[in-house]
C-alpha cells in the first residue's frame, strides 16, 4: 500500500506593474541620421539586375540542325534568334547575364520553325530546363 502525500500550494503572486514615467513637459529630443560612410566596391552585394539566368531545352533536333532562341530579355530579339550551345546531342543551353526582370523567350528550328504552345518564363538568376515541341 502506497503513502499519500500531501502537496502544499502557495497562491501565485501577481508580476509587478511598471511604474508610470512622470509627465515632462521637455520637447522630445529628436536623433540625428547618421553620417553615411564611404562604401567600397568589395562590399556592395550583388543585386539580382546582374544575375546569370540558363536556358536548357532537352530535344533531339536531328543532325545539321541547329538551335536557337527569341524573345525578351538581354541579347534577345522577337525579330532574330540566338544561337543555343549543343552541350550533347540532345541537350540545348545557352545562359543569360545581367537579367533584371523574368526572361520570356521561345525556342525555333534554324531560327525558321517556332516551338509549339505558350511562351516560356524564367525568373532572374535561375535555371530552367524545359522539353519543347514542335
Do not use: H
Not at 88 to 101: C, E, Q, R, Y
Not at 116 to 133: H, I, Q
Amino acid at each position: 500500500m502506497k503513502k499519500a502525500t500531501t502537496i502544499k500550494t502557495t497562491p501565485a503572486t501577481p508580476a509587478p506593474v511598471p511604474a508610470k514615467k512622470a509627465a515632462s513637459s521637455a520637447k522630445p529630443k529628436v536623433a540625428k541620421a547618421p553620417k553615411s560612410l564611404p562604401v567600397s566596391p568589395a562590399s556592395v552585394a550583388k543585386t539580382p539586375a546582374g544575375a546569370l539566368t540558363t536556358i536548357t531545352a532537352q530535344i533531339d533536333i536531328g543532325f545539321g540542325n541547329t538551335l536557337y532562341v527569341r524573345g525578351d530579355g538581354p541579347g534577345l530579339s522577337w525579330e532574330k534568334g540566338v544561337v543555343m550551345d549543343c552541350v550533347v546531342d540532345d541537350k540545348w543551353s545557352i545562359s543569360l547575364s545581367g537579367v533584371g526582370a523574368p526572361v520570356v523567350f521561345k525556342f525555333l528550328v534554324n531560327d525558321l520553325t517556332w516551338s509549339a504552345g505558350d511562351d516560356y518564363v524564367v525568373n532572374p538568376g535561375s535555371e530552367l530546363a524545359v522539353v519543347p515541341t514542335f
